[in-house]
Structures are given as C-alpha cells and as structure tokens.
C-alpha cells in the first residue's frame, strides 16, 4: 500500500506568505507558484506589476521540479552539461532555475516558484518558501 504525503493549502499560503513580504521588503513584484507532487496548481499569486508571461514561467517551473524531482536550475545545466535539448522532453518543463521541490520524509511532496526576476533570485526565493514549509512541518 502507498503512503503518499502532498502539500496542502496551508503550506501553500505559507510559503506564498513569506516570498511575497521578502519580495515587498526588496521593494520588487513577481509570481509565485505552489503545486502538489504532481506539479498541478495548489495557489498562484501574481503580485502587482508582475510580467505576465512569468504567470506560465512560473506555472512550469513548479511542473518541473516536482515530476523530476529536482530544481530547475539543476535539470537545466544538467541538461546544457550532456548536449541535451529540454525539448526532447516534456514540452511543458523548463530549465530555468526558480523552481524548488519540497522533499518531505524523503518524498516529494510538492514545489515552490518564483518567476519575474533573475533566476538566481527567483530560485533564492523559492528555497525560501520551501524552508518556510519544511519549518511549519510537525514530524
């Protein structure tokens, strides 16, 4: 029998709670995306002023990191390093780096993204609202 943990819209108000005071405290708008294990859509948030094409960026980013459980950015040089094209893969992944599995118990439960700034930043604040849900966790 599985046991399967996923996040919830508790966690996903949590981690979207944190990224979005950290980006208001940066004086900076972006989108911010939380899914389940299967990279489906728990809550999105596009603050004011955020580009809208970082709304799909970010809808991807979360499918990525949760079906390959692994961060964007990672599969992304992953990809570069082996001369592999992401489109030889699911059309819907993307390597750009902002998208963050939440490892729970060893599982991947769920991810966190950011889109709508560097990548470097975008993957700084999911890992933030990853840490925000791992925190709140009672194990």
């Not at 950015?73 to 998208?99: E, I, V």
């Amino acid at each position: 029998m599985l046991n399967h943990k996923e996040l919830g819209e508790k966690d996903a108000e949590t981690a979207i709670r944190v990224i979005r005071e950290e980006l208001v405290r940066r004086g900076k708008t972006g989108v911010i995306a939380v899914s389940d294990s299967h990279g489906e859509p728990i809550s999105l948030l596009r603050m004011d002023g955020a580009p809208l094409p970082s709304i799909e960026v970010a809808l991807r980013k979360i499918l990525t990191a949760s079906r390959e459980r692994k961060s964007t950015g990672d599969l992304g040089k992953g990809f570069q390093a082996n001369g592999w094209q992401m489109a030889n893969s699911d059309p819907r992944f993307t390597g750009w780096d902002g998208g963050v599995p939440v490892v729970y118990q060893g599982q991947v439960v769920g991810a966190v993204a950011v889109s709508g700034l560097a990548q470097e930043e975008d993957a700084e604040l999911a890992r933030l609202g990853v840490q925000a849900i791992l925190e709140g966790t009672n194990d």
